[in-house]
């Protein structure tokens, strides 16, 4: 496997990736607006289909068009808190429609379907430069910004009575977050995302008892997902997306199961102390 080059470089990326991408849902979902990743992502296809039609690098359409969407839907919801699940739905809607209609143009249906589900074989050197260093100022951000991004995620408002800028922190947090899912696409797919934004939040949610204890546990997660669904993609030639999705899902049921069978063992302890 690692005879290959594409395989090399596709799993260099995904490694990268399977950081970047925890680090953004974890805020995102404590903030209750991982639907939003889930716009982002598929409005991506907007720039992709702009990218193949053009002729210019299509994660470079995408990343154009996920910028101004995040920043149109955070828009939105500040300016009508009260229809902020339907700004996100109004910009997915728009996204996926004009991606439709530029799918029609697009040269090569196979690439532009590639893009759906992700593909292994279709990274290149400078996609990893590009995504080593949108890596390197997510870290940045969430190590030197780490109890800043806690407290707008528990509570913005507490977050700006503390000292907190919030405003500039969520330039900067919504910036890389609409980075970051454009970049994915091309290996996880449009459709695929979110899945990795919010699953792997999900199931350490159900064993970790702080938020330094989710944030590591998270991160664990998607590297172990992503890995493993990148080799299983190879092995058995399905798409990567696919993947490392039902990865998550089995990853989930079985930490569920675990805590299932850990709380009724304490309930028979109890019990027979009793």
Known sequence: MLEFAFMRKALILGFLLSIMIPIIGIVMVNRKTSMIGDALSHTALAGVGMGLILGFDPLLGSAIICVIAAFLIELIRKKFPQYGDMATAVIMSTGLGIAAILSDFAPGGNSFESYLF???????????????????????????RYSSLLAIAIDPNTARLSGVKVKSLDFVFTFLAAITIALSVKVIGALMVTSLIVLPVATSLIVAKSYKATFFITITL???????????????????????????????????SYKKLKKKSQNNKTQQSV
């Open 222 to 256: 998607g590297v172990i997902y992503m890995m493993l669904g990148l080799i299983l993609s190879y092995q058995f030639d399905i798409k990567p997306g696919g993947a490392i999705v039902v990865n998550a899902i089995v990853g989930m049921l079985l930490f569920a």
């Open 118 to 144: 992700g593909s292994i074989s279709s990274v290149t050197t400078m996609d990893i430069i590009n995504t080593s260093i949108v890596f390197v100022l997510v870290l940045a951000l969430s190590i030197s």
